[in-house]
C-alpha cells in the first residue's frame, strides 16, 4: 500500500535512502537493536506520513518520505531520552503528537526558508522542546567526581579518541 511505503520510504531517509527496503532494513536492524526503539520509530514514521497525507501536505513529498523520517527520529530520541521505561503508553502518546508536530514545523520552516532544505530541524525544534520540558537538565559534577572521570578517560584516552567516529556514525538512529 502506499502508505507503508511512503512510511518506510521515510525511515530510509533518515540515511538519505529513498527506497522502502532501506527503511525496511533499517528497522528490523533497530528491532534487532531495540524493539522499543523500533515500535517509536515506525509508530514515529508512520503518523508524521498519516498526518501530512490527511492535511495534503506536497504529495510528491510524500511518496519520497520526506514527510516520515522527522517523524521516525522523533520516536527513536523519546525511546531512548524521555523518562519512561520501555513500552510504557506516555512515550507512545507523546511520540504520536511529536511526530505529528514535525510535519507543521517543517512546513512552516519550508515556508520561511524559500528553497533551503530544512532537513532535521522539524525533528530538533519539537524533540529539544519536549525534552526541555520533562527532563532537568544535569547538575555539573562535584569537583571530585570530575576529577575520577578525568582519570578514567585518561586510560583509555586513544582508543576512545579513535573509535569515536565510528561510535558517532553508529548513533545516526
Do not use: H
Not at 510504557?88 to 510535519?103: D, E, H, K, Q, Y
Not at 524559500?114 to 537538565?137: D, E, K, S, W, Y
Request: proline share 8%; hydrophobic share 55%.
Amino acid at each position: 500500500p502506499p502508505v507503508v511505503d511512503a512510511t518506510l520510504r521515510g525511515v530510509g531517509q533518515v540515511t538519505f535512502c529513498n527506497s522502502p527496503m532501506s527503511g525496511a532494513l533499517a528497522l528490523a536492524a533497530l528491532g534487532v537493536g531495540d524493539p522499543w526503539q523500533a515500535a517509536l520509530g515506525t509508530l514515529g514514521a508512520s503518523t508524521s506520513t498519516a498526518i501530512a497525507s490527511a492535511t495534503q501536505l506536497d504529495s510528491a513529498s510524500v511518496r519520497a518520505g520526506l514527510a516520515g523520517y522527522n517523524g521516525c527520529l522523533v520516536g527513536c530520541a523519546f525511546a531512548v531520552f524521555l523518562p519512561q521505561p520501555a513500552w510504557a503508553f506516555p512515550a507512545a502518546i507523546a511520540t504520536l503528537g511529536g511526530s505529528a508536530a514535525t510535519v507543521f514545523v517543517a512546513a512552516a520552516l519550508k515556508s520561511k526558508a524559500g528553497t533551503v532544505p530544512q532537513f532535521t530541524l522539524a525533528f530538533n525544534f519539537t524533540t529539544l522542546a519536549v525534552l526541555a520540558m520533562v527532563r532537568p537538565i544535569a547538575p555539573t559534577p562535584p569537583a571530585a567526581e570530575a576529577a575520577e572521570l578525568g582519570a578514567a578517560a585518561a586510560d583509555g584516552a586513544l582508543l576512545q579518541t579513535l573509535s569515536t567516529p565510528l561510535v558517532g556514525i553508529s548513533q545516526i538512529f
